[in-house]
């Protein structure tokens, strides 16, 4: 037994060692002859390819070349490419692909044959089938090409633009809506073999994209004529554009660095093909709750549990499976809400895509987890997926049977039942209460409600406009004029008469005189807004003259300011009687002052 | 001093009043008697007391007493206090959610967003709009005052600019305080504290039926007729409700 065991290994090595080389010398798979175009004129070059496709990694032993009857050969060129693949039965495997490429040119008009090519691969050979090619004279052009197979029924290229070698864009659907397919192909013209190629594809800003088919070792040459002349075309790549957005998008141009037969050492020839403008509609409004942009075109659901009995406290798997035409990989996990179960949504999902048709279609299957809230026979669906249906142009829903689950015991008492069982379920409780340690009311709760509120808003203005008027007040206040000169004579007037009554009490007559005499001067002063301090009596007369004081009231000022002087200086002569009388005067005199309204000097001088 | 001490001890008889709603409250609720907890915590509420906590805590009474509408109902009051009450927000949650799968939940199809400005005026406190309005209008007084002592120089520039922003943010807020006030005087909104209650067509017992409202569910109220008040939905169908079926977040 210990022996049989080793041996296993060995074996299987052995039989995967054999396998391998089976594989490794397994038979040609594609050995074909093929000329384009198969009618033209004899002004047009033809170009054979020979291929010669072998499963691993030996290539052909011999090749002979078919008999080129009334075709001469202009030029020949060998290309040689390796390309891994995978085979479901027989593993990874390498393919190796051999072209030969002739260029021809008919030696007469006519229908020319070319005879068999033939290929030795390991020992056995393979031979082709022998071709019929279709000459016209020199200047006629053939009625039209047969369209390439992988090509579908586009628009022609513009004659204008055709160049020995071009690319030639086209869509299947200029106008559409958003999320909706549109097919571009980006078709190569060449009237001359294309040797190599480097295409740089673009930028797909504004679409989701598909690709449909891209060539892989070799291209696939079809025929077509523009402008009375015929072309070899290739399809350089075809894909499935989704656009992602409304108005005006563009699909940028493909630029194509290419090597061709007519330019063989040259630089490459640098193409590109035209910009396309797609007009996008947005999906019309009304889109129903939980619309996934991603689902436009046309789709099915269909929903399977795997258990349709379980006990609470257990869940199931709920696969939903979104199926149908469309950008099914940008499509998003479906939000589902199903009554009586708390939904898991799946992180993940399996998808089946088939990109090889006209038509992006395939499937994505999602796993939900589903846990029971309730027990009982609970129902699951029918579950409603929405979509836009490009085909109605409106919203529809996917819709998948009805399911039902039956729900063995109660969820809600498993927390009860707990402890009995091992499992340890702990439901959803609500937090506990708060403790309320303090007692002091909330201020500001209804503060906005009370009197103080709109007190303590209207205060801050309140005080400001205050601020204001105390300003203008005071303002007013320092103002000079007329008034406030005599409102200041006043105040002064009446300090010097309250300090002249105390010198009369206190029998002092020389400082009362000259309080009074002070009194008079600046009360006249302040009438007449000029100093009178250093002026004789003479002239403090002729200026009280001028300034429109009457005659009487300037005798009268002058006398007592005589009297005054002459008090001063022979003050014993002035008892408190004389002062008191002397007082009572000077208060007369001052009223009279005021009385008066003396001229401003501009009017003296008028 | 005789008279000062009687003055003191009548000032503080309501204090020591809820002190003692409370006190009994919260015994109450930790020797699961939830009846007198909710009893002794609406005395305290009737009494000023409504503070977030306690508004809270009602709440989780009613839950605990299996008055679901009722505990939605204090937990809103309570959010309404203090937006950012973790724990009642979790437990306005699971209320809601064990109402929607004991009683129904009820689906307003149609039903509009709350305008922006409603939003808006909802997305502060209203106690710090109110100290933000009180702040900013004293700082925008005080700062023309200055500048009115300022004449020129650097300071009077930040014056200028402080005057400006308070000004501004000022107005904001008063702006928000406003329709705050506005919306509180104007719009009625309810919660609906039965556990089901049939909305009807008019306000009679006997009248066309409407469709069946459950704990919990926001309406606005809009008058009263013969114990019957008139409601709208979120998606303005209006109707009748009995009285007692819905209550007031702002009584």
Known sequence: VRRAAFLVPIATFALLLVAGVRAASAAPVDFTLTVTPQTGSLDDDFVATLQIAITGVNGAERVWEPDWGDFQVMDRRNQQSSQWSYDPQRGQEIRSVEMRRYLLKARRAGKLRIGEAKVRVNGKEYTTRPLVVEVLPSGQAPSGGTPDPTTPQYAPPDPSMATNTFLHVVVDKPRLRVGEQATVTWIAYTRAEILRYEPKLPRFDDFWVETIYEPQAYLQYGEDVVGGRTYKTAVLSRKALFPTRAGKVTVPPLRVDMQTTGNPFGAPLKLASKELTLEVEALPPGAPPGFDPGLVGQWTAEASIDRDNLPAGESLELTLTLRGEGAIRRSKVPRLSIPGFEVFAPLDFSEKVETSGDVIRGERKFAYVLSPQKGGTLPIGPLEISYFNSATGRYDSARTDLLSVKVVGDPGTLAGASADSEDNVITREIRPPHEIGTLAPRFFDDFHRSRLFLVALLAPGLAFLGVVFLDVVRERLHRETPRARLRRARGRARRRQKMAEVHIRGNRPRKFFDEMARMLSEHIEERIGQPVAALTRDQLGRLLDERGFPPELVQELIGELERCDFARFAPSAAGPGEMKSALRRAQDLLRAIEKVRPLAEDEVNA | ?251
């Open chain 2, 1 to 251: 001093v005789k008279r000062l001490l009687i003055l003191i001890a009548l000032l503080g008889l309501p204090l020591t009043a809820r002190a003692d709603d409370l006190a009994d409250a919260e015994k109450a609720y930790a020797a699961q008697k939830y009846d007198a907890a909710i009893a002794a915590y609406e005395r305290a509420v009737a009494a000023g007391r409504g503070d977030e906590s306690v508004l809270y805590n009602l709440g989780n009474a009613y839950y605990r007493a299996g008055k679901l509408g009722k505990a939605i109902l204090n937990y809103e009051r309570a959010l309404r206090k203090d937006a950012d009450l973790v724990d009642a927000q979790y437990n306005l949650t699971v209320a809601r959610e064990v109402v929607a799968d004991k009683l129904g939940k009820d689906t307003i199809k149609g039903a509009e967003a709350r305008p922006l400005w409603v939003r808006a005026v909802h997305a502060v406190p209203l106690t710090v709009l109110v100290l933000a309005v009180l702040l900013l209008d004293l700082a925008f007084f005080a700062l023309l005052i200055a500048l009115r002592y300022v004449p020129t120089g650097f300071l009077r520039t930040g014056l200028v600019v402080g005057t400006i922003f308070a000004g501004v943010v000022g107005l904001t807020f008063g702006g928000l305080l406003a329709g705050r006030l506005w919306y509180g005087a104007n719009v009625r909104e309810s919660i609906v504290v039965a556990d089901e209650v049939v909305m009807r067509e008019l306000p009679d017992p006997q009248s066309r039926e409407m469709p069946k409202l459950h704990a919990g569910l926001a309406v606005e109220v809009l008058r009263e007729s013969q114990g019957f008040w008139r409601i709208r939905l979120g998606n303005n169908v209006e109707g009748w409700v009995p009285k007692d079926s819905v209550e007031l977040l702002t009584p």
